[in-house]
């Protein structure tokens, strides 16, 4: 006979709650830990039952789970940190005090990003005084080269920026999510403002895109376009082109 529906035996405690926590409580825990790692703020994380642990709890109650990197989660399996340590982190996480959760990324060589299946090396991109894209050497020889970007909303604030390959993502956004080597950004429920995919060890891909910047807007529909626009005119409709050694500036 055939196995009946429903969560494995593994995926259940010992009250039968399944370790799938409902998006509406998943969403609510990570606005309230500032959508990274209460202690550290790294992005990529677990969600932890603390209190009580999750072999005891009888329902997914966001104000006793918290957001941990898989080293701090680590620690706190292997006693290192306490319960009152993450209680104490939780009411107040380091991202809602830095105002970002961050992830390092692991390039090597000279990076190559993808903007919607366009691909930019070499090619800073400066719009409405801003710097999009930036790519510099690195601080000695051996080192990995420094990426660095911004992307905001179809309103203009600030979602994310890298800052010499490390990602900042902002605790104002609507919802974060890291999970499958990607971020996600949205401004409301089904509003994507950003998924960028990391792809290491080359460099990372925008899947979709929706920016303003000044009388700008930058968009990404889907991983095969990318647009430029100014004042509602296409200047820019790249699928598929490379920009190797290219400064582009739109001031």
Known sequence: MGRKPGPRKSEVNRHGL?????ADRALRVRRECGFGCVLCGKSVVHYDHFNPEFKDATD???????????????????KYLSTATIAGARLNPLCKRTGFSWKKLGLQGEPIVDLGGAQFRRSPIQIAGRRLLEVKPGEEPGVPFRLSALFTN??????????????????????????????????????????????????????????????????????????????GRVIIDARYGVFDGVELIFD
């Not at 918290?66 to 620690?75: F, S, T, V």
């Not at 956004?173 to 089904?190: H, Q, T």
């Open 60 to 78: 997914h109650d966001p104000a006793g789970i918290a957001l941990l990197c898989g080293g701090c989660h680590d620690e706190k399996s292997r």
């Open 154 to 231: 179809a309103v203009g604030h600030e979602v994310l920026r890298i800052e010499d390959n490390i990602w900042k993502a902002s605790t104002g956004s609507w919802d974060v999510a890291c999970e499958g080597g990607r971020i996600s950004i949205r401004s409301g429920l089904s509003d994507y403002c950003l998924i960028l995919r990391a792809m290491p060890p080359e460099g990372v891909k925008v899947e979709r895109l929706d920016m303003r910047l000044g009388d700008y807007h930058v968009q990404c529909p889907d991983e095969e376009t990318f647009l430029l626009l100014h004042q």
């Open 18 to 22: 399944s370790r799938d926590i409902p």
